[in-house]
């Protein structure tokens, strides 16, 4: 009889009816299609530069890997002000989500304007900072030149990386997932076919190998963001914030500073968690050239796999930060419990499609059998880490729903500074830890992170109304 209950209670909690998962579905795969083609497309982006060889994947790997922090950078800083759009628009607020437009449109063109500087003036010795591993000093220095190609010509894709993000994060935190979704689509599409005729000069293309990549992705960008701007307004019945948005540029002081407490502590997590993401490849790759290759070739295929977690975190988002803006608090919890065991469940059959393809995946690269096996042996260890991944993903964006930004500032970024970083820098340079074991071992750290995520999460402290 005691079983009984449990099991019921077990249900009612965490388990809900096909009306839940119809509208959990109806915003996350939008998203996850969106994000699958772009994965998709960027693996056989990824796959078609590793046939050219190893030196120019693994120099377009370490852009890619300090753009990265920029991407990251951009997604804080709209998410900071998409807390207040999601909460806006759950009100009805229309004029409310266009304030929080224009506040994301300056900050990330402040942000983009840094990166330039940044890259224009210190990319060489960025790229450097991942060469000091084993490798002969002619690959390493092929690779250097490879990678500084490649980002000369991806900065010219920064203005429209920003606008995409700030019109589709609007549109998602607003409902309207499904238009993101086809210019993305399109964008990979123009990617993918140019990738072929540029990357190996097919037709009358010249090839340009890693440069023809780089163009081939700035090119998909500016077709993306005509897409989503020109959507925007032509549609505004459906999107009622574009009416009149650029009417005036200013946001309101009481406004900026709310989004400021709330926000500037988001931005700064994403910012840091992308730049301990790249301290952390940094120190991978001071075990050789070979760890670069494979990383990349690992990453490549966890990035497409990852599509299910992201997706039904940002449906959390977006889900409960419209419950907890319209007041239902009840709602809220119980939508949140059931949409993180939707994701946890989901991402253990994708983990173990994940071990069942990680032998086959890096044989489709044109590197060297050491690169491949550790590859191998990286997508695995991610494969059995997942599920927890999924959980912390799940348990960020709920807290992040309720504007708790300064304890996901913690939970997240400070954790893997204080914790994963330096599990990293002092095995790979103080012993003799074979990489696979390091890696491990970084990973392993993150089942504390589930612990205090649950502890949050249930405690309730995230169940607040921040634009009321």
Known sequence: MEGTRMRMSFRQKFIGDKAFYKMVLAVAVPIMIQNGITNFVSML???????????????????NQLLFVYNLCIFGGVSGAGIFTAQYFGQKDHEGVRQTFRYKLWLAIGLTVI?????????????????NGEGTAQALAATKGYGLDYLRIMLFGLPAFMMVQIYSSTLRECGETV????AG?????????????????KFFFPKLGVEGAAIATVLSRYVEVAIVIGWTHTHQERAPFAKGLYSTLKVPAVLTKKILVKGTPLLLNETLWAGAMAMLAQCYSLRGLNVVAAQNISNTINNVFNIVFIALGDSVAIVVGQLLGAGDMKKARDTDNKMIAFSVFCCTGVALLMLV??????RLYNTNQEARGLAVQFIMVMAVFM???AFLHAAYFTLRSGGKTIITFFFDSVFVWCISVPIAYVLSRYTQLPIIGIFAAVQTADLLKCVVGYALVKK?????????
């Open 45 to 63: 982006d990824n796959i078609m530069i590793g046939r050219v060889g190893t030196e120019p994947m693994s120099g377009a790997a370490i852009v």
């Open 460 to 468: 309730g402290v995230w169940l607040q109304n921040i634009v009321s």
């Open 179 to 182: 238009l993101p979704m086809k």
């Open 115 to 131: 990166t330039f500087c940044l890259f224009i003036t210190c990319g060489s010795s960025l790229i450097g900072m991942y060469l």
């Open 357 to 362: 393809l990680a032998p086959f995946f890096p």
């Open 387 to 389: 599920p927890a991944n």
């Open 185 to 201: 689509v399109t964008a990979v599409v123009v990617n993918l076919v140019f990738n072929y005729f540029l990357i190996y000069g």
